[in-house]
C-alpha cells in the first residue's frame, strides 16, 4: 500500500484558522498547514504571553520564589504518575573537530564505563539534539550542514537503520524559503514527534530567522500540525526551540529566546502549552534567562532547566534549576555565581539521578550525573577533546 505524505506545499487550499481564547496558541489538527502561519493579524503576540512581567526567584528562599506566578495564565499543579525503573543509555552529542563544526551522537551507559558513537556525519555536518523514544528502541536526532539544512533523522540503539524523515516543503514551494526542522522530541506514547521549525528569510544582520514555533508530526512523516503562533504577527522577533514532554502527554515545555527586537529584547525563557495547542503560558521569569531543553521528572512534579546570563553564547555564570510545572517553587540545583558553564540536564527514567553537561572556565564540557537534589556531582565521560554535552536519559539497554 502507498503512503501519502502530508506536506506543505502553495499548491495547497487555505485553511481557514478561528482565534482562541487570550493566552492560547492554535493547533491546526488533522489539515495540512499552508501559509507557514505567517498571517498578520491573526492572533497578536500580546493574547499569547503572559500578561505580566514575573518577579527574578530567589532559590535560597521559598516564600519569593512563591511569586514566580505572578501573570501566569492557567498555572495547574501536575498530576504525579508512576515513574519507570529502568536507567539505560544516556545519547549525547560530542564534537568530532577542533572547530566544532562536526558533531556526531553518542550514548553512554550511566556509569560511563562504556560509550558507542552512534552516527558517522559527514565533514562539517552537525547531528545533534538527541532524543530517545519511549520504549528505548529508537533515537531521535537532527543533522545540519553538507546538503541538509536541518532535518530530523533516526536510528536504532547501536546507530544501524539510520534514515531521514524527509522534510515537510515541497521543492519551489514559496512559504518554504530557509525551511529547517530541528529538534525532535518524543510522546510519551511515542505516536508523535514535536520539533522546532524555522523558515523564512534570514535578518542580513543578525542572521535572525524570519518565523519560528513548534510543530507536531507523526514518526512515518505523516499529519503535520503547528503547535504554537509565537512569531506569527512579529516576524524576526525570536526563536522558538527545545520542546518536551510532560510524562502524561497532555503539555509540552519549549524555549523562547528573544532577538534584538522582540519583547523584551534579547532574552529567554520557558513557555508551557498543552498538547493540543491551547493554554500557552510563561513558566519562568525573564529575569532568570532559562534557555535551552528542559526535561521533566518522571513523576510530573518537577521540570530541570538551564539559565545562561546575558552576552555570548557559552558564556559562565548560570545553573541548573528545578520548577514546578505551575512556576513555583524554583530551586537551585548547583552552586552560584559560578564560573562555570552548565548545559542541557535530563532526568533518569526513575527520577533518582539527573544528567547534565558542564564545562570549567575555558575548559570543554563533559557528562556528569548528580542526584535530584543536586548532591553527588560524578563525571562520566572524559573525551579530552572537544566537548560533550545535550544528554538525554532513557530506557535503552547497551548492545549486545
Known amino acids: 500500500m502507498t503512503r501519502t505524505r502530508t506536506r506543505l506545499s502553495h499548491t495547497t487550499p487555505t485553511t481557514a484558522r478561528t482565534r482562541h481564547r487570550a493566552g492560547a496558541g492554535l493547533l491546526l489538527a488533522g489539515t495540512l498547514l499552508t501559509g507557514c502561519g505567517a498571517q498578520p493579524g491573526d492572533i497578536p503576540l500580546s493574547e499569547i504571553r503572559?500578561?505580566?512581567?514575573?518577579?527574578?526567584?530567589?532559590?535560597?528562599?521559598?516564600?519569593?520564589?512563591?511569586?514566580?506566578?505572578?501573570?501566569?495564565?492557567?498555572?495547574?499543579?501536575?498530576?504525579?504518575?508512576?515513574?519507570p525503573a529502568h536507567n539505560g543509555l544516556i545519547a549525547g552529542r560530542v564534537f568530532l573537530d577542533q572547530d566544532r563544526l562536526t558533531s556526531a551522537i553518542f550514548a553512554v551507559t550511566p556509569d560511563g564505563k562504556t560509550r558507542r558513537q552512534l552516527t558517522q556525519p559527514a565533514d562539517q555536518t552537525r547531528d545533534d539534539h538527541p532524543a530517545w523514544s519511549p520504549?528505548?528502541?529508537?533515537?531521535?536526532?537532527?543533522?545540519?550542514?553538507?546538503?541538509?539544512?536541518?532535518?530530523?533523522?533516526?536510528?536504532?540503539?547501536?546507530?544501524?537503520?539510520?534514515?531521514?524523515?524527509?522534510?515537510?516543503?515541497?521543492?519551489?514551494?514559496?512559504?518554504?524559503?530557509?525551511?529547517?526542522?530541528?529538534?525532535?522530541?518524543?510522546?510519551?506514547?511515542?505516536?508523535?514527534?514535536?520539533?522546532?521549525?524555522?523558515?523564512?528569510t534570514a535578518d542580513p544582520t543578525s542572521e535572525q530567522i524570519q518565523y519560528s514555533d513548534l510543530y507536531l508530526i507523526a514518526p512515518d512523516g505523516t499529519t503535520a500540525q503547528r503547535l504554537t503562533f509565537l512569531t506569527n504577527d512579529t516576524p524576526y522577533s525570536?526563536?522558538?526551540?527545545?520542546?518536551?514532554?510532560?510524562?502524561?502527554?497532555?503539555?509540552?515545555?519549549?524555549?523562547?529566546?528573544?532577538?534584538?527586537?522582540?519583547?523584551?529584547a534579547n532574552s529567554r525563557a520557558l513557555y508551557i502549552v498543552n498538547a493540543d495547542g491551547t493554554g500557552l503560558r510563561r513558566l519562568t521569569p525573564w529575569e532568570l534567562r532559562a534557555g535551552d531543553r528542559a526535561n521533566w521528572s518522571p513523576d510530573g512534579s518537577r521540570i530541570v532547566f538551564t539559565t545562561y546570563p546575558a552576552g555570548p553564547?557559552?558564556?559562565?555564570?548560570?545553573?541548573?534549576?528545578?520548577?514546578?510545572?505551575?512556576g513555583t517553587a524554583v530551586e537551585a540545583l548547583t552552586p552560584g555565581p559560578s564560573d562555570t558553564t552548565y548545559g542541557i540536564a535530563s532526568?533518569?527514567?526513575?527520577?533518582?539521578t539527573i544528567a547534565f553537561a558542564q564545562a570549567p572556565a575555558g575548559g570543554t564540557s563533559e557528562l556528569y550525573t548528580m542526584r535530584a537534589d543536586g548532591s553527588g556531582a560524578t563525571r562520566i565521560t572524559d573525551t579530552t577533546g572537544h566537548g560533550e554535552s545535550r544528554p538525554s536519559w532513557g530506557t535503552a539497554q547497551p548492545p549486545s
Open 50 to 83: 503572559a500578561e505580566a512581567p514575573t518577579p527574578t526567584p530567589t532559590p535560597a528562599a521559598e516564600p519569593a520564589v512563591a511569586d514566580a506566578t505572578a501573570g501566569v495564565v492557567g498555572a495547574a499543579a501536575a498530576t504525579p504518575t508512576a515513574p
Open 135 to 200: 520504549d528505548g528502541t529508537t533515537l531521535a536526532f537532527d543533522r545540519t550542514g553538507g546538503d541538509s539544512p536541518g532535518r530530523i533523522w533516526t536510528t536504532a540503539t547501536d546507530g544501524q537503520n539510520i534514515h531521514p524523515l524527509g522534510s515537510l516543503c515541497e521543492a519551489g514551494a514559496p512559504d518554504c524559503l530557509n525551511e529547517t526542522e530541528t529538534m525532535p522530541a518524543w510522546s510519551p506514547d511515542g505516536k508523535q514527534l514535536a520539533f522546532t521549525r524555522g523558515w523564512g
Open 238 to 264: 525570536g526563536v522558538v526551540t527545545d520542546p518536551a514532554w510532560s510524562p502524561d502527554g497532555k503539555q509540552l515545555v519549549f524555549s523562547y529566546r528573544t532577538s534584538a527586537t522582540g519583547q523584551p
Open 313 to 326: 553564547d557559552n558564556a559562565p555564570g548560570g545553573g541548573i534549576y528545578t520548577v514546578h510545572p505551575d
Open 347 to 352: 532526568y533518569s527514567p526513575d527520577g533518582t
